[in-house]
C-alpha cells in the first residue's frame, strides 16, 4: 500500500511558475517510480512527467517539455513537479502516482496508487 498527499496547487498568471509536490508512505520509496498526470474538466486524464526509482530517467509530455521538471527526493519520500512559464492550458487538477515498477513510465496503466489531486490554475 502506498499514500499520496499532493499540495502545491493554486491560482497563478500566466507566465508564472508553482512548484507541486506529492509525499508518499507506506512502501519504500526508492522501489517506484514515479509521474505526475493531469485532468482538465471534460478531458480525459493525461500523462505530464514521470521519473524512474532513483531520478536518473524522466520522460515528459511534449505539451510539457522545457517548461516543467519532475525530481524527487528518496530522503523525505517526496517528488516534485515544478512548472515554469504556465500557460491557461496547463489548468487542471494534477495527480500524482506511484509506479508498479522501479522505472518510469507514461502509461496510466503502470500505476497502481494515486493521491487525490491537486487544482492548478492559470489565469491569462
Known amino acids: 500500500q502506498v499514500q499520496l498527499v499532493e499540495s502545491g496547487g493554486g491560482l497563478v498568471q500566466a507566465g508564472g511558475s508553482l512548484r507541486l509536490s506529492c509525499a508518499a508512505s507506506?512502501?519504500?520509496?526508492?522501489?517506484?517510480?514515479m509521474g505526475w498526470f493531469r485532468q482538465a474538466p471534460g478531458k480525459e486524464r493525461e500523462f505530464v512527467a514521470t521519473?524512474?526509482?532513483?531520478?536518473?530517467?524522466?520522460s515528459y509530455a511534449d505539451s510539457v517539455k522545457g517548461r516543467f521538471t519532475i525530481s524527487r527526493d528518496n530522503a523525505k519520500n517526496t517528488v516534485y513537479l515544478q512548472m515554469n512559464s504556465l500557460k491557461p492550458e496547463d489548468t487542471a487538477v494534477y495527480y500524482c502516482?506511484?509506479?508498479?515498477?522501479?522505472?518510469?513510465?507514461?502509461?496510466?496503466?503502470?500505476?497502481?496508487?494515486w493521491g487525490q489531486g491537486t487544482q492548478v490554475t492559470v489565469s491569462s
Open positions: 502516482a506511484a509506479g508498479k515498477t522501479k522505472y518510469w513510465s507514461d502509461s496510466y496503466y503502470m500505476y497502481d496508487y
Open positions: 521519473i524512474s526509482w532513483n531520478g536518473n530517467g524522466t
Open positions: 507506506g512502501r519504500t520509496f526508492s522501489s517506484y517510480g
